[in-house]
């Protein structure tokens, strides 16, 4: 919807230029997950070094002499950071943010000292059990974290397309981290960019269709909004009207109630307030002509 509301935008007619750059934003997806996943090991090993040069202090404590290595022994943090799977994602994606930009990593440590969170976890005497370590890092991701007003602004500025990933990369960190159920390293897994090949070719397929078919498919409802000029339809409702008639016409495996569901989501979270109850209206008629005149056929179980 990006890529194509983009090459209105631009006027571009490049449809390759385009592609290409949605898939390059698409790959960076992969980096945004990588960059917010090794935070965390970048933290423990950033407060690990802090622990060791303090207690080597001419004149250190007995506090810093025999500091409290609760924080750096978490299992979660130590399992993070004996991950084959996630040391070869990061090094094949060259992933080296953080030591080129410490100063985030300093920052994050100091509010995560800062925090009542922290605070009750290392006042804890007793030893924590591997569910409570995992709870522990969840928490400090999701509400300490990805809050971090500094570390978004930085997110932002390096890659603008990730700002809208943002929120999607950090729920599946947490759901990741939530499925952790042992301290083997090897369990824990960088999923896949695509699914399968079928996955990616799904979103060049859709993309180059929809943009090929844009004056067919606009044909599809012109008549359905009688009370609409077309000069005062919002130009993402016509991209997302224009997307899901796609998958009605070109795509015979999706569900109908899948490409309901989907278009109307981002309708909601793009578009105008009232855009979805716009769409959604259209849609439905639509899908009840497309069908009464089986110009939308649909193959499988349940996919009405």
């Known amino acids: 919807m990006q890529s194509i509301y983009a090459m209105h935008q631009s006027g571009s007619d490049n449809m390759e230029k385009e592609e ?6 698409i790959d960076n997806i992969q980096d945004l997950y990588l960059i917010m996943l090794s935070s965390l090991i970048e933290i423990c090993k950033k407060e690990s070094i802090f622990l060791h040069l303090s207690s080597k202090k001419h004149l250190a404590t007995a506090a810093e002499r025999k500091p409290n290595e609760k924080f750096i022994n978490n299992k979660i943090f130590q399992l993070l950071a004996e991950s084959n799977s996630l040391s070869i994602a990061l090094e094949n994606r060259k992933i080296n943010n953080w030591s080129l930009n410490d100063d985030y990593i300093i920052l994050l440590l100091n509010d ?3 925090s009542d969170l922290y605070v009750k976890y290392m006042s804890s005497s007793s030893v924590n059990t591997f569910e409570e370590d995992r709870q522990f ?7 300490v974290i990805v809050p971090n007003e500094k570390l978004y602004e930085y997110l932002e500025d390096d890659k603008l397309t990730w700002v809208d990933d943002i929120p999607v990369v950090n729920t599946h960190i947490v759901k990741q981290l939530k499925a952790i159920k042992t301290q083997d390293p090897d369990d824990f897994r960088v999923p896949k960019l695509y699914k399968d090949v079928e996955d990616k070719d799904f979103a060049k397929d859709l993309f180059r269709r929809t943009v090929l078919n844009e004056t067919i498919f606009a044909k599809e409802y012109d008549d359905k909004t009688p009370n609409w000029d077309s ?5 993402i409702d016509t991209i997302i009207l224009k997307m899901a008639i796609c998958e009605f016409l070109k795509f015979p495996s999706i569900p109908v109630k899948v490409t309901l569901n989907e278009y109307l989501e981002i309708a909601k979270e793009y578009s105008t307030p009232k855009s979805s109850i716009f769409i959604n209206g259209i849609l439905d008629n639509l899908v009840k002509e497309l069908t009464a005149n089986k110009k939308m056929i649909k193959v499988g179980r349940g996919l009405m």
């Open 112 to 114: 995560i000292k800062a």
């Open 20 to 25: 290409k750059f949605l898939f390059y934003s």
């Open 231 to 235: 000069d005062r339809i919002a130009e």
């Open 137 to 143: 890092v969840i928490d400090l991701f999701a509400d």
